[in-house]
Nanobody, 124 residues
Framework: EVQLVESGGGLVQAGGSLRLSCEVSGFSFDQNAVAWFRQAPGTERQGVSCLSRNGQNTYYADSVRGRFTISRDNAKNRVYLQMNSLKPEDTAVYYC?????????????????WGQGTQVTVSS
């Protein structure tokens, strides 16, 4: 059974940092792209970042490029999202997701495996 479990969310002041973690089980990084999405109340789920299965190709939304970094630790079966210089508009529930593909995939409809989400709140 594939499971993705996010952690690391919380309340932080604007300008601060958080590192989200997604623990993966039943899932092989060398066969799957992994991604982070976020969803604020009343909005659609948005692609934040994606890492291809070969670990060499990445995608970042324009709104987070230069502030967020996606990475993975194969030995620990974890995917991370380092978030720096946080802004109030980054407030959302953050989800990690996986998809068996060679591509960088940025639309939520193309993912079939999701975690439960972790809340990130950035105060001004």
């Amino acid at each position: 059974e594939v499971q993705l479990v996010e952690s690391g969310g919380g309340l932080v002041q604007a300008g601060g940092s958080l590192r989200l973690s997604c623990e993966v089980s039943g899932f092989s990084f060398d066969q799957n792209a992994v991604a982070w999405f976020r969803q604020a109340p009343g909005t659609e789920r948005q692609g934040v970042s994606c890492l291809s299965r070969n670990g060499q190709n990445t995608y970042y939304a324009d709104s987070v490029r230069g502030r967020f970094t996606i990475s993975r630790d194969n030995a620990k079966n974890r995917v991370y999202l380092q978030m720096n210089s946080l802004k109030p508009e980054d407030t959302a529930v953050y989800y990690c997701a996986g998809r068996r593909t060679t591509r960088v995939v940025t639309t939520p409809q193309e993912y079939d495996t999701w975690g439960q989400g972790t809340q990130v709140t950035v105060s001004s």
